[in-house]
């Protein structure tokens, strides 16, 4: 069975990200998304979140099961039975990160191969921070995430809003 795995910290997922989920699971068996900690960032959504709005994004797929884990991504891709990771790119300045993380994995695994799947031109522009940058100061981004996260969004940024106040912030 050839799986894949698409892994990343969908915080939170976008449509550029089910774009780029509903293209690769036909190219496989078995599509994972795995959602990881990337100890770089500081997500709003805990995990538990960003898998159940990545479960409800991806629930019209009926061969891809959405994960989780911490760790090194490349133990995860074995744990899994799998040699592939698929990773969406859209723009040069995407490259040089994904490139340099590529290798990296390499330098750990030979045999994982890290493929990269070109962004639609409609979703280029559009990325997690950014669309939680838009709705913190009331931007409109329902075309840019699915149903549901939207609402998602709106609550979360309700509860920062209530603990900034309690902290003595506006
Ligand atoms: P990470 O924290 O690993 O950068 P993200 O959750 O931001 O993870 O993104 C996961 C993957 O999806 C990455 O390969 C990223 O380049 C890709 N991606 C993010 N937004 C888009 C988009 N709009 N179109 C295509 N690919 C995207």
Redesign the pocket.
């Known amino acids: 069975m050839r799986i894949g795995i ?6 939170p ?5 089910v ?2 989920i509903e293209r690769s699971a036909p190219l496989v068996d078995k599509l994972v998304v795995a959602v ?1 900690v ?1 100890p770089g ?1 500081d997500p709003w959504f805990s995990m538990a979140e960003r898998v159940a709005l990545l479960r409800e994004a991806t629930a019209h797929l009926p061969n891809v099961e959405v994960d989780s884990f911490s760790g090194l991504l490349n133990d995860y891709v074995q744990q899994r039975g799998s040699r592939l990771i ?5 723009a040069f300045s ?1 490259f040089e ?2 490139f340099q ?1 590529a290798l990296l994995l390499k330098s750990q695994e030979p045999l994982i191969e890290t493929v ?5 031109g409609e ?7 950014g669309v939680k940058e838009l709705a913190l100061f009331g931007g409109n981004v329902a075309a840019m995430v699915p149903a549901g996260v939207g609402a998602a969004l709106q609550e979360k940024i309700r509860e920062r809003r209530q603990r900034s106040g309690a902290n003595g912030h506006t």
């Open positions: 698409v892994p990343g910290s969908f915080d997922v976008t449509k550029g990200h774009d780029i990881f990337n960032k698929i990773r969406g790119l859209r995407d990160y994904e993380r990269f799947m070109m962004t639609r979703y280029s522009y559009i990325s997690s921070s």
